[in-house]
């Protein structure tokens, strides 16, 4: 079984839909963030958690919500969908505590169509 | 600034060819860089890292060794496969806990 799953794989919605992207992880990580992929732009970070009471803002934060549910699970929203957040949604993990705190594990992503 | 430039994709190669793709980077000392691997479908794989200068890391064949004279960290196979197609990002670790990735290559090997 997978470390990191998200769901639903794949999403088209329309323009002002509200839509939540989920992730969850059986690594027992504290720390859990969403990045967004878009071509030739690598992957950008929306928001990071650290813990269930720590959300942190990223580079592209505008348009996004989060909640950390639980330490295994953190949802991304988008309130009001628009066409330019179409885009590749990725959920990554890491484990500050462990023996190699810098390393992100990622899941196998969201692809996500504002029509 | 903190950034991560790797050379631009896509890259196409025939198989048994050598790879090399660039990286270089902008940073406050000497932080922890990273490769990862996205196959087609599939979310980012660490394909290998390197956590101090003259670190070699090394997985699957390939290569990178973090030069801090040059800031740079280029990936490296002696001899590609039709199944290395992918897209290969850079990465280095951000004293905040966050990864800044470079904007990735991608690289088509033909048999």
């Known amino acids: 079984d997978a470390d990191v799953t998200q769901t639903p794989r794949n999403r088209i919605t329309k323009t002002g839909k509200r839509i939540m992207l989920e992730c969850s992880q059986t690594?027992?990580?504290?720390?859990m963030y969403w990045y967004r992929q878009d071509p030739g732009l690598g992957l950008q970070l929306i928001y990071y958690?650290?813990?269930?009471?720590?959300?942190n803002k990223g580079e592209i934060s505008d348009g996004y919500s989060v909640s950390r549910q639980a330490q295994a699970k953190f949802s991304l929203s988008l309130e009001s969908a628009i066409p330019n957040q179409t885009a590749l949604y990725f959920c990554?993990?890491?484990?500050?505590?462990?023996?190699?705190?810098?390393?992100?594990?990622f899941g196998p992503g969201t692809r996500l169509t504002v029509l | 600034g903190n950034s991560v430039t790797q050379m631009e994709g896509p890259v196409t190669l025939s198989e048994e060819a050598f790879l090399t793709i660039n990286c270089t980077y902008t940073a406050t000392g000497y932080p922890s860089l990273f490769w990862y691997v996205q196959y087609p479908g599939e979310g980012l794989q660490l394909l290998l890292k390197a956590t101090k200068a003259d670190d070699k890391g090394s997985n699957k064949g390939f290569e990178a060794t973090y030069r801090k004279e040059t800031t740079s960290f280029h990936l490296e196979k002696g001899s590609v496969q039709v199944s290395d197609s992918a897209v290969y990002f850079c990465a280095r670790y951000n004293q905040g806990g966050k990864l800044i990735f470079g904007q990735g290559t991608e690289l088509s090997v033909k048999p």
């Open positions: 690594k027992g990580h504290d720390r």
């Open positions: 958690s650290f813990d269930v009471k720590d959300i």
């Open positions: 990554a993990t890491s484990d500050p505590s462990g023996g190699a705190p810098d390393t992100q594990y």
